[in-house]
């Protein structure tokens, strides 16, 4: 139906098309940077837009690692959720690895849930933190008396929130110091069931990356 200047189909085709753009443009992945640094040696940085992302296994200066990130899957949700494997050293030494999911857009994010835990041995301590539009929201620091334990804070955040991110500061205190650690962001408390499928699939990734073989990054 076409009034003077204007059809109806046409207009009405345009807004269905508007529509399924602007739902397309909510699912699309947003950016998942990850970045290690060690004093004396480049930053090493590497950065993707897959929505879940294994870095395999790095020897980067005095340590091995591998990591892995798993992004909300929409960039109208904040959700990040970040496991560090095998971070070991051959001497004491002291490493920085930073997860950040940019290109987000969540209007009203609401309150948002950080989850700790860290795991390891020959560790002087892990601070763990999160972080909002460059901002830091929470943080918690293991040492050799919580090792194993799980903190959480929930914290108000006003949006629109256009980034999120994780760090870890890692210092082990002799050769052969290991650290298995995870951090989450979430925008609602998990369910029970799904802190199970989410870490049950944090393993499998963790096995597979024990299979492969070691990946040599050298810096000029």
Request: glycine residues 10%; proline residues 4%.
């Amino acid at each position: 139906m076409c009034f003077p200047g204007v059809c109806v189909m046409k207009v009405w085709k345009l807004l269905a098309g508007a529509a399924i753009l602007a739902a397309g443009a909510a699912q699309a992945n947003a950016t998942i940077t990850f970045t290690f640094e060690q004093a004396g040696q480049n930053p090493f940085v590497i950065s993707t837009n897959n929505n879940i992302y294994s870095t395999g296994i790095l020897n980067y200066g005095d340590f091995q690692i591998s990591a892995t990130a798993l992004g909300s899957g929409s960039t109208s949700k904040p959700d990040l959720a970040t496991q560090t494997f095998d971070i070991s050293t051959a001497k004491a030494a002291t490493l920085t690895v930073r997860v950040e999911q940019t290109g987000l857009n969540v209007v009203d994010p609401g309150s948002l849930l950080s989850t700790f835990t860290a795991n390891g041995s020959g560790l002087e301590s892990v601070l763990e933190s999160t972080y909002v539009n460059g901002v830091e929201l929470a943080s918690q620091n293991f040492g050799t008396n919580n090792l194993g334990a799980t903190f959480s804070s929930s914290n108000p955040v006003a949006g629109p929130i256009t980034s999120t991110g994780v760090s870890y500061l890692i210092k082990t205190s002799q050769a052969g110091g290991f650290a298995n650690s995870t951090i989450n962001i979430s925008s609602a408390v998990p369910e029970p069931a799904s802190w199970a499928t989410m870490m049950a699939g944090f393993g499998v990734l963790g096995f597979a990356l024990r299979r492969r073989r070691n990946v040599a990054v050298s810096f000029g």
